[in-house]
């Protein structure tokens, strides 16, 4: 795969959680947050666009997330539970973006906001019709879905490289 190859990144941020006292990175799926991840995993495989790798979240609730969302998915692609995408900075995410090999030509990264949601607006350069309106509108809610995609090299990935191609929220 050249480094002229059009790559896609898929942004899902982790399905509704439960509200608990105890810790933040043990929180579970709520009951709504189980019923939502397999759509938002039927919802990615309706897109075309199917991951050879996922970076996901070491938190409880991220983990839950993709393995009801992948169980939707016609192939499985290499997971890696990655801590750094736990509480990580839009900065840090690019980061871990650019560490990707080039035999990979497309990736979901499973997460949380603020990041999740900043990472695509920090990455999206143009959006198709009126994708980024919406996205903005929602704020990346629980099972949200970004798609974008981009020419080139992962390690040269930065803000504005990406064309916002696919948004979807389960209630928006």
Same mark, same amino acid.
């Given at each position: 795969?050249?480094?002229?190859?059009?790559?896609?990144?898929? @942004?899902?941020?982790?399905?509704?959680?439960?509200?608990? &006292? #105890?810790? &933040?990175?043990?929180?579970? =799926? $709520?009951?709504?947050?189980?019923? &939502? +991840?397999?759509?938002?995993?039927?919802?990615? +495989?309706?897109?075309?666009?199917?991951?050879?790798?996922?970076?996901?979240?070491?938190?409880?609730?991220?983990?839950?997330?993709?393995?009801?969302? =992948?169980?939707? @998915?016609?192939?499985?692609?290499?997971?890696?539970?990655?801590?750094?995408?736990?509480?990580?900075?839009?900065?840090?995410?690019?980061?871990?973006?650019?560490?990707?090999?080039?035999?990979?030509?497309? @990736?979901?990264?499973? /997460?949380?906001?603020?990041?999740?949601?900043?990472?695509?607006? $920090?990455?999206? #350069?143009?959006?198709? #019709?009126?994708?980024?309106?919406?996205?903005?509108?929602?704020?990346?809610?629980?099972?949200?879905?970004?798609?974008?995609?981009?020419? /080139?090299?992962?390690?040269?990935?930065?803000? #504005? +490289? /990406?064309? @916002?191609?696919?948004?979807? +929220?389960?209630?928006?």
């Amino acid at each position: 795969m050249s480094a002229e190859t059009t790559r896609h990144v898929v @942004l899902l941020r982790h399905a509704k959680a439960e509200r608990t &006292d #105890g810790d &933040d990175h043990e929180r579970p =799926l $709520a009951a709504r947050g189980r019923e &939502d +991840a397999p759509a938002a995993g039927r919802r990615l +495989a309706g897109s075309g666009v199917l991951p050879d790798l996922a970076l996901c979240s070491t938190a409880a609730r991220c983990r839950e997330t993709w393995r009801l969302a =992948l169980s939707e @998915l016609p192939e499985q692609p290499r997971t890696v539970y990655e801590e750094r995408v736990y509480r990580a900075s839009p900065g840090e995410l690019i980061a871990l973006l650019n560490e990707v090999g080039d035999e990979v030509g497309s @990736l979901v990264v499973i /997460g949380h906001n603020p990041g999740i949601h900043e990472l695509a607006d $920090a990455l999206t #350069g143009e959006a198709d #019709g009126d994708l980024l309106a919406r996205m903005h509108r929602s704020g990346l809610p629980t099972s949200a879905i970004a798609v974008l995609a981009f020419t /080139g090299s992962w390690r040269d990935i930065e803000p #504005g +490289a /990406g064309r @916002l191609t696919a948004f979807w +929220a389960p209630h928006a």
